[in-house]
């Protein structure tokens, strides 16, 4: 193979942009790990001959389909369905589905290549993938939503299956979509199978998934701070979000004696200085799930709580915080205003929450920064865990796949510290997660030669 094919970053990156126009979250999302891999590639030519960082932003395939479906007023809906299949090296393609307005090609082309990294980074066998379509399921009742789930996997249950891809939930997609896409998978192919994660207890889920992603966030926050003789104990976090993601981060940071000041959605956040306890994280939990509220709700009801429409709470003094809900939600001017008000470390629940001016900031003030593709990397590794329990027809408890939760979270930290540690005792979260998730993967397809 020729050495000439070595391009430098600035070169590669045009071929990003021109290959992938308008695809500007993909972009970013290649962008940020392509920084720290040129630089780690610089001494390794069979990286760059076999063209390995090349074929791995460029995904395995894209699957895009129509999703008919009918409402409750009898009107035909049209929406668009996609499953990216990124990167399968190192096991079957892994990750959720997101259903949300906001879904087009571009959002989940980097959802499934970060995922590829994050999934590595877990030390399973799991490959990168991530699917979804722009349906918006705010304000739709029961049975439209489960003819939307039907009608998507009665196109998507072609292209998965337990050793094929593995899809699970993302924002949008929750217990009850899981359940409704298995049902249909199971009724078009007469197998029951582990082919989705998140699944329900009694139709072997994994007893950790819900909390996993969230409580993972808290683990590799409490990591990051051990590192550096720090503790969750007495700090104050600012959380977004009030999904899954966010409730079960505010729930460990809870148990570990920190206070939780605020929480959010798409309309506002609300902020409540007494903090958010166990009993009010319940309350939300409740809102969100059974109610399908809105998070304005908890000012009306907790008193000392306000609401702050429109806006999101990375202005609110703290010691930490925790962005668990959606890409590019803490820009640069939030990320200045975090570190000037004292914040010591972020843990992202969320992928992509941070835009890359953002992550300068934090990397300028050298406040510690978990990229989103490790801190939040505990849902999936629960998931590898539901795997391998539906392969091997067994359930294990909720005590144990805590301890392999919190081991595996402990794992990634180390992984990170060894890539990312930049020798005068500052740790480069980032660099280390995407220098050690690249390893594994890139090396798996050296071995399998030119595929
Ligand atoms: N959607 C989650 C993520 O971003 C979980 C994926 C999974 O469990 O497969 O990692």
Redesign the pocket.
């Given at each position: 193979m020729a050495v000439s094919d070595h391009v430098d970053l600035a070169t590669f990156m045009e071929g990003v942009k021109k290959r992938n126009p308008g695809q500007t979250e993909f972009i970013q999302a290649v962008h940020e790990v392509a920084q720290d891999i040129f630089e780690f590639m610089s001494d390794k030519v069979e990286y760059h001959e076999a063209q390995i960082l090349r074929r791995i932003a460029e995904p395995d395939r894209v699957v895009s389909f129509r999703v008919c479906w009918e409402d409750d007023n009898h009107n035909i809906r049209v929406q668009r369905g996609w499953r990216v299949q990124n990167n399968n090296a190192i096991g079957p393609y892994?990750?959720?589905i997101r259903f949300h307005p906001s879904v087009t090609e571009s959002v989940l082309k980097f959802l499934a290549f970060e995922?590829t990294f994050?999934n590595s980074l877990t030390g399973l066998p799991m490959g990168g993938g991530k699917g979804g379509a722009n349906f918006n399921p705010r304000g739709k009742s029961d049975s439209e939503v489960m003819r939307f789930c039907q009608s998507f996997m009665s196109e998507l249950y072609r292209h998965i299956g337990p050793n094929t891809d593995v899809p699970?939930?993302?924002i949008g997609v929750g217990g009850r979509e899981i359940g409704y896409m298995f049902g249909q998978y199971k009724r078009l192919t007469n197998r029951w199978e582990g082919v989705l994660?998140?699944k329900g207890q009694e139709y072997g889920g994994s007893q950790m998934r819900p909390e996993a992603?969230g409580y993972g966030a808290v683990y590799f926050l409490q990591n990051m701070l051990k590192h550096q003789g720090n503790d969750v104990e007495g700090q104050s976090a600012v959380i977004s979000g009030s999904g899954n993601v966010a409730t079960h981060a505010a729930e460990k940071i809870t148990q570990l004696g920190g206070k939780v000041l605020t929480m959010s959605d798409s309309g506002g956040f609300i902020h409540d200085p007494d903090g958010i306890d166990q009993e009010k994280i319940d309350w939300v939990k409740h809102l969100k799930n059974v109610k399908r509220g809105r998070i304005s709700e908890y000012a009306d009801e907790f008193k000392g709580a306000t609401y702050h429409e429109g806006e999101r709470p990375w202005g609110v003094e703290c010691d930490l915080a925790l962005p668990c809900a959606t890409q590019n939600e803490l820009n640069e001017d939030e990320a200045k205003s975090l570190v000037s008000n004292g914040c010591k470390g972020v843990s992202e629940g969320a992928?992509m929450p941070t835009t890359l001016e953002g992550v300068k900031v934090f990397h300028d003030a050298k406040i510690l920064y978990g990229p989103g593709k490790a801190a939040?990397a505990g849902?999936?590794a629960v998931?590898g865990l539901e795997m391998s329990q539906n392969s091997e027809r067994i359930s294990w408890n909720q005590e144990r796949l805590g301890d392999m939760l919190t081991d595996l979270m402990e794992g990634i930290h180390e992984k990170c510290v060894e890539y990312g540690d930049d020798g005068d005792g500052y740790v480069d979260y980032v660099k280390g997660a995407n220098i050690a998730g690249f390893k594994k993967v890139a090396d798996a397809m050296l071995a399998f030669g030119v595929v």
């Open positions: 892994k990750g959720g995922q994050k699970a939930g993302d994660t998140g992603t992928n939040n849902g999936v998931s």
